[in-house]
């Protein structure tokens, strides 16, 4: 099975803030690595798939970039409503699409 | 508009079964792969169990391979998870999605659609 590692587990950072979240994963896996975000109570929400392809409707301060096995998520200017938990998940063995641990992303 | 209505949570305990069934509308079911994700409290996705638009194929985590069976019936849009043998660790919000990411020509459409969710709580 291919493993989704996360790093940090946890970030706190300041709105307008610059942050990147890292996502590794076990083996290669191409481009097929997704980005979903999401806030308590909430289901998951798509932001980026194929590693670097922005999800309809999702704002562009949001971005994607990596193959292989190192991805980066990165939020160019953070607003109050990205202040969430994200998540990596790869696709590549898709429909088994596992899931990173996960990135608590909280108000510095 | 698409829809995914999950239901059959409830409490039970360890050793006990549940059924969780997911009615689906809004697109063409049988076309697509289903899943389903679960949410322990206080904790991250997990994916739990995927099965093809046919029915043919069907996947598990380790967690509960051999405990856990998806199946789905085209004819009334619903996929179920048959869950036997529950354990504590067993305990989450299980949602059912449909996040294919399907190739047409060469480009990925994304799907990105998620039930709201039914809890499964294991304890005596």
């Known amino acids: 099975d291919i493993q989704m590692t996360q790093s940090p587990s946890s970030l706190s950072a300041y709105v307008g803030d610059r942050v990147m979240i890292s996502c590794r994963a076990s083996q290669s896996i191409g481009i097929y690595l997704n980005w979903y975000q999401q806030k308590p109570g909430k289901v998951p929400k798509l932001l980026i798939y194929?590693?670097?392809n922005l999800q309809s409707g999702v704002p562009s301060r949001f971005s994607g970039s990596g193959s292989g096995t190192d991805f980066t998520l990165t939020i160019s200017s953070l607003q109050p409503e990205d202040f969430a938990t994200y998540y990596c998940?790869?696709?590549?063995?898709?429909?088994?699409?596992?899931f990173g641990q996960g990135t608590k992303l909280e108000i510095k | 508009e698409v829809q995914l209505l999950e239901s059959g949570g409830g409490l039970v305990q360890p050793g006990g079964s549940l059924r969780l069934s997911c009615v689906a509308s809004?697109?063409?079911?049988?076309?697509?792969?289903m899943t389903w994700v679960r949410q322990a409290p206080g904790k991250g996705l997990e994916w739990v169990s995927a099965i093809s638009g046919t029915g043919a194929g069907t996947y598990y985590a380790g967690s509960v391979k051999g405990r856990f069976t998806i199946s789905r019936d085209n004819s009334k849009n619903t996929v179920f998870l048959q869950m036997n043998n529950l354990r504590a660790e067993d305990t989450a919000v299980y949602y059912c999605?449909?996040?294919?990411?399907?190739?047409?020509?060469?480009?990925?459409?994304?799907?990105?659609?998620w039930g709201q969710g039914t809890l499964v709580t294991v304890s005596s």
């Open positions: 194929g590693a670097s």
């Open positions: 999605a449909n996040t294919a990411m399907m190739t047409f020509g060469g480009v990925i459409v994304p799907s990105d659609y």
């Open positions: 809004g697109f063409t079911f049988s076309s697509y792969p």
């Open positions: 998940q790869q696709s590549y063995t898709t429909p088994q699409n596992t």
